[in-house]
Nanobody, 120 residues
Framework: QVQLVESGGGLVQPGGSLRLSCAAS????????MGWDRQVPGKQRELVAG???????NYADSVKGRFTISRDNAKNTVYLQMNSLKPEDTAVYYC??????????????WGQGTQVTVSS
């Protein structure tokens, strides 16, 4: 059993910052890529950022230069630092991870989501 638990969402004013965290726990052998998606009700979920186990990153065009993804492999944790937030960043943010468990089965896992609201 593997769990991903997000934290750090909330309400912030435009131009403000938030830092999301996502910790993976359970029967984990290794974690390959990790990332963050977001979803607005009625719209398709979109990739926000991803990071490989080697530290290579990729970002959606809409967040480049404002968001930074990082990870702490020792803690099985991925972070998303969000700066210069805009109202259009309002969404539920989900972390995801490409997990290999102790039985050497490989599968994707997602967290439960954390709400980010950017509003004055």
């Amino acid at each position: 059993q593997v769990q991903l638990v997000e934290s750090g969402g909330g309400l912030v004013q435009p131009g403000g910052s938030l830092r999301l965290s996502c910790a993976a726990s359970g029967s984990i052998f290794s974690i390959n890529a990790m990332g963050w998606d977001r979803q607005v009700p009625g719209k398709q979920r979109e990739l926000v950022a991803g990071i490989t186990d080697g530290g290579s990153t990729n970002y959606a065009d809409s967040v480049k230069g404002r968001f930074t993804i990082s990870r702490d492999n020792a803690k099985n944790t991925v972070y998303l630092q969000m700066n210069s937030l805009k109202p259009e960043d309002t969404a539920v943010y989900y972390c995801n991870a490409d997990i290999t468990n102790t039985a050497r089965a490989r599968f994707p896992a997602w967290g439960q989501g954390t709400q980010v609201t950017v509003s004055s």
